[in-house]
């Protein structure tokens, strides 16, 4: 493991507020079949992007126990990191495979950034801040705002509250909430486009609405103008907000959670696309000169075959639940990035029906949907404005009443030009 890229890492955050940065949550344990040249491939995409560094989560256990695999990950990812000049910390998780020994993270001589939950061990982080000399920003959401702030050692707070309660849109409460509580320390704030869950060996089966999430949750960072901005997540495949690129063919099996075929062949990483625009307009720096369409939806309508149990929200967190077609709307969503002085005018058809033209208020990004209406087939969209070429056609896989699995797939696709 590199310490000065440890180092660097973390004067970057103690200087957050020089400048704002873009950081993507990483499961390393979705990584352990990567060569080096794969953690520097998604590097690559990662900083074309405009995502500054990499959280990368990782459980205990996997760090003691068997072949250790986590080691081998974080030299690979480390590695790739030197080389490319990108930002790596440590997000060391508590929930997933018991809590931290205090003794045990001063050892690990990896970068201490900040971790998955675990409240109840805010103390060690005394003891390990003096050893260490490290910047501190957890997660203890399960806390709320105020009671996360409160707690000692901390320079900073990370939220997981990405996604909105049932079938209503995402507010910036919580956001709100956090900065008050933080009076001036930095808030590293979440965002994240889709949750879809549906793991029985992990008893994990529910929705959260995605639907227009991705670019509202992008126009709510202007709203708060947080110091740091964490996605949730680049690559965990089994809760379906993945915005990297699948895993290499040659390793998806080792990499994909078992059970998890709703994220076959369901890329996401077209939403890559949208992020120099959207990192542009937090960070106050001019916009790419580039027009682009990024289109989702799924591929199924909400009615088409079982919902195979999934609700919306989860009794496991204390909320009411709802039947998923509440909260997950039937539609083509889409964010058409038109950067002339003209508005943009969205053509979408759906298999062989007339196609339905949706048309921006105003230039600039037009982010719209158009609903299915009972329709079925393959998706093509394009936008045209006056003086500019045509964008697209893109064309998207069929929606289909034909289910894997005979079940809904409540994971989306995405695409883009």
Not at 28 to 43: E, K, L, R
Not at 114 to 127: H, K, L, Q, R
Not at 265 to 273: M, Q, R, S, T
Not at 377 to 401: E, L, R
Request: glycine share 8%; hydrophobic share 40%; net charge negative.
């Amino acid at each position: 493991m590199r310490l000065a890229a440890l180092a660097l890492a973390l004067l970057d955050l103690a200087l957050q507020a020089r400048a704002q940065q873009v950081f993507a949550h990483v499961i390393v344990g979705n990584t352990y079949a990567y060569t080096q040249a794969d953690w520097a491939s998604d590097i690559r995409a990662a900083a074309a992007a405009g995502i500054d560094g990499f959280a990368l989560d990782i459980g205990f256990q996997d760090t003691v126990s068997g072949t250790k695999p986590v080691i081998g990950a974080l030299n690979n990812a480390y590695n790739a990191a030197d080389a490319a000049g990108f930002k790596l910390f440590i997000s060391f998780d508590y929930l997933a495979q018991g809590p931290w020994d205090a003794a045990d993270v001063q050892n690990t001589s990896k970068p201490v950034a900040s971790t998955f939950e675990s409240p109840g061990n805010a103390g060690d982080w005394v003891g390990i801040k003096q050893q260490t000399n490290v910047f501190f920003i957890p997660d203890y959401s399960s806390q709320g705002p105020q009671g996360a702030a409160s707690l000692p050692a901390v320079d900073g707070l990370f939220s997981f509250a990405a996604w909105p309660n049932g079938p209503n849109d995402i507010t910036i409460d919580a956001d709100q909430q956090y900065v008050q509580a933080l009076n001036g320390r930095p808030y590293m704030m979440p965002v994240s486009p889709w949750f879809y869950t549906n793991l029985p060996a992990f008893n994990k089966n529910w929705l959260w609405r995605g639907d227009d999430l991705w670019h509202q949750r992008w126009q709510q960072v202007l709203q708060i103008n947080p110091a740091l901005v964490e996605i949730l997540t680049w690559n965990d495949y089994g809760e379906s907000h993945y915005v990297g690129p699948l895993p290499p063919a040659a390793i998806q099996n080792q990499s994909l959670p078992e059970g998890s075929w709703y994220v076959e062949n369901i890329p996401h990483n077209a939403w890559l696309n949208d992020l120099p625009y959207y990192i542009a307009q937090y960070k106050k720096q001019a916009l790419p000169n580039e027009n682009h369409v990024t289109i989702w939806c799924r591929l199924n309508p909400g009615t088409a075959c079982s919902a195979d149990g999934t609700p919306c929200n989860t009794v496991t967190q204390g909320q009411t639940q709802f039947a998923p077609q509440q909260c997950d709307v039937d539609a083509i969503y889409f964010t058409a990035f038109v950067l002339s002085s003209a508005t943009a005018t969205v053509h979408v058809t759906i298999g062989n029906n007339a196609p339905v033209t949706v048309t921006a208020p105003a230039p600039g990004i037009f982010h719209s949907s158009v609903p299915f209406n009972g329709q079925t087939g393959t998706v093509v969209i394009s936008v045209t404005a006056s003086g500019i070429n045509q964008i697209g056609p893109v064309t998207c896989p069929a929606i289909t009443t034909a289910c894997n699995n005979g079940n809904v797939n409540w994971n989306a696709w995405v695409g883009g030009s």
